[in-house]
């Protein structure tokens, strides 16, 4: 039997979210999500794409190893358990792979160690990622574990875009360089958008905007990225749901002496109490247009904020490219909120940059063109899909290795 199915991780501090797929037709087998890890109320909601079946068990769910044991049950009532010789390998989601970690690798004590080592450029999210790992690791010792590095697709940016104008030997000896995130994401939208466009990606260059809770941009010249929003850790750039995106680092000193703010109190209001929820209080799109279209002056500042910055990365990385074939949006605003399409490029006809607002304001599922008929710049909406490129990463990996042996 051909082992056909990936089981894609994505290990959280307190959750673990899974799809399992087949990579013969990229089909959803089950998807689900064990949340609050830790706490007597975790609860775990596990779907059965092909019968449509959703079963939640809620009771205390002790660390990650207990997450994905529960899991692997779920999976194996259903005959997709971890034992399957139909599981081919486990694509997890591993946040930074700082500048070693170009491409997927299959995981090996080496590779552990060197994920472990980027711990302090990612003190949250690597740690429950190697968790997640390990965990996969000891149940199928046996079973292909590939990590796919939200960083990976960013490594490809020139030295003039990654550096900061920092003291060289400072920042080499604290490894201080732009990684970027979101990379999956980035690299997947700007293949799609190619694909769109009837083009090979060597041929196109994108502007990828992922405006979801977390929000990115990345300029991308012939499917590689040029450059991209986020920085040593995902608060750089734009201006997101909780998080404030480019500040005068000074705010930060200016915060500690006059202020008296810790690091760490500092560092909780850049990354969850500003953005969109510290400007209005709401970080939900939909909640501050619904606000804006009352007329609430509040949201109103914090959407215009939103764009304003939007449209200053739009610019620079029309910049950046020099030539720009399509602009993407996507994630949970990109795809959704018209508003915020409209907006980040009214006025910029001279860029040959519009949207059709018949075709802006119409929903659909799969990716599709909102510019008008002709335009120089295609705008369009691209709807991202991490666990699928995951997938195909880990998949591709694994296919070539065993065709190595
Ligand atoms: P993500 O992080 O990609 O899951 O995106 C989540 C965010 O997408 C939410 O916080 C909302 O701000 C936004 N969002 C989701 N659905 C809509 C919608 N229909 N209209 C506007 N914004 C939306």
């Given at each position: 039997?051909?082992?056909?199915?990936?089981?894609?991780?994505?290990?959280?501090?307190?959750?673990?979210?899974?799809?399992?797929?087949?990579?013969?037709?990229?089909?959803?087998?089950?998807?689900?999500?064990?949340?609050?890890?830790?706490?007597?109320?975790?609860?775990?909601?596990?779907?059965?794409?092909?019968?449509?079946?959703?079963?939640?068990?809620?009771?205390?769910?002790?660390?990650?190893?207990?997450?994905?044991?529960?899991?692997?049950?779920?999976?194996?009532?259903?005959?997709?358990?971890?034992?399957?010789?139909?599981?081919?390998?486990?694509?997890?989601?591993?946040?930074?792979?700082?500048?070693?970690?170009?491409?997927?690798?299959?995981?090996?004590?080496?590779?552990?160690?060197?994920?472990?080592?980027?711990?302090?450029?990612?003190?949250?999210?690597?740690?429950?990622?190697?968790?997640?790992?390990?965990?996969?690791?000891?149940?199928?010792?046996?079973?292909?574990?590939?990590?796919?590095?939200?960083?990976?697709?960013?490594?490809?940016?020139?030295?003039?875009?990654?550096?900061?104008?920092?003291d060289v030997s400072?920042?080499d000896e604290y490894?201080?360089?732009?990684?970027?995130?979101?990379?999956?994401?980035?690299?997947?939208?700007?293949?799609?958008?190619?694909?769109?466009?009837?083009?090979?990606?060597?041929?196109?260059?994108?502007?990828?905007?992922?405006?979801?809770?977390?929000?990115?941009?990345?300029?991308?010249?012939?499917?590689?990225?040029?450059?991209?929003?986020?920085?040593?850790?995902?608060?750089?750039?734009?201006?997101?749901?909780?998080?404030?995106?480019?500040?005068?680092?000074?705010?930060?000193?200016?915060?500690?002496?006059?202020?008296?703010?810790s690091t760490d109190?500092?560092?909780?209001?850049?990354?969850?109490?500003?953005?969109?929820?510290?400007?209005?209080?709401?970080?939900?799109?939909?909640?501050?247009?619904?606000?804006?279209?009352?007329?609430?002056?509040?949201?109103?500042?914090?959407?215009?904020?939103?764009?304003?910055?939007?449209?200053?990365?739009?610019?620079?990385?029309?910049?950046?490219?020099?030539?720009?074939?399509?602009?993407?949006?996507?994630?949970?605003?990109?795809?959704?909120?018209?508003?915020?399409?409209?907006?980040?490029?009214?006025?910029?006809?001279?860029?040959?940059?519009?949207?059709?607002?018949?075709?802006?304001?119409?929903?659909?599922?799969?990716?599709?063109?909102?510019?008008?008929?002709?335009?120089?710049?295609?705008?369009?909406?691209?709807?991202?899909?991490?666990?699928?490129?995951?997938?195909?990463?880990?998949?591709?990996?694994?296919?070539?290795?065993?065709?190595?042996?």
């Open positions: 039997m051909t082992a056909t199915r990936v089981l894609v991780l994505n290990s959280g501090s307190s959750s673990l979210k899974y799809q399992l797929l087949d990579m013969r037709d990229s089909s959803r087998l089950a998807t689900g999500l064990v949340e609050r890890i830790g706490e007597r109320t975790s609860r775990l909601k596990h779907t059965v794409l092909t019968t449509g079946e959703t079963r939640e068990t809620t009771g205390p769910v002790t660390d990650h190893a207990a997450a994905l044991k529960a899991v692997a049950e779920e999976l194996g009532r259903d005959g997709l358990g971890l034992d399957s010789p139909e599981l081919a390998a486990v694509g997890h989601r591993v946040v930074h792979g700082g500048s070693s970690f170009t491409e997927p690798a299959i995981v090996d004590d080496a590779v552990l160690a060197e994920i472990e080592r980027l711990v302090p450029l990612a003190p949250l999210h690597n740690p429950a990622n190697l968790t997640g790992i390990r965990t996969a690791r000891s149940l199928r010792p046996d079973l292909p574990q590939v990590a796919v590095f939200d960083t990976a697709f960013h490594t490809t940016m020139p030295e003039s875009a990654a550096r900061y104008a920092i400072t920042a490894r201080i360089r732009r990684y970027g995130f979101h990379g999956t994401s980035h690299a997947y939208v700007s293949r799609e958008t190619a694909k769109l466009l009837g083009k090979a990606p060597e041929d196109v260059n994108v502007i990828v905007l992922h405006l979801g809770n977390g929000a990115s941009a990345s300029a991308v010249r012939g499917g590689r990225c040029v450059d991209t929003s986020m920085g040593l850790t995902p608060l750089e750039g734009l201006v997101m749901g909780t998080r404030s995106g480019d500040v005068d680092p000074a705010v930060i000193l200016h915060l500690a002496r006059v202020g008296g703010m109190e500092t560092d909780t209001l850049l990354n969850k109490k500003s953005g969109l929820i510290g400007l209005c209080g709401d970080n939900d799109m939909r909640e501050i247009r619904r606000r804006v279209d009352e007329g609430d002056e509040q949201a109103r500042l914090a959407f215009d904020i939103y764009i304003h910055r939007l449209k200053k990365y739009i610019g620079a990385y029309y910049a950046v490219l020099g030539r720009v074939d399509a602009i993407a949006f996507t994630a949970g605003v990109g795809e959704n909120a018209a508003a915020v399409r409209e907006a980040a490029v009214a006025g910029l006809e001279e860029l040959g940059l519009a949207v059709d607002a018949g075709l802006n304001a119409a929903r659909g599922d799969g990716a599709r063109i909102v510019s008008p008929e002709g335009a120089r710049v295609t705008v369009a909406v691209v709807p991202t899909d991490e666990e699928l490129e995951i997938a195909t990463q880990t998949y591709a990996l694994v296919g070539a290795s065993h065709d190595l042996t």
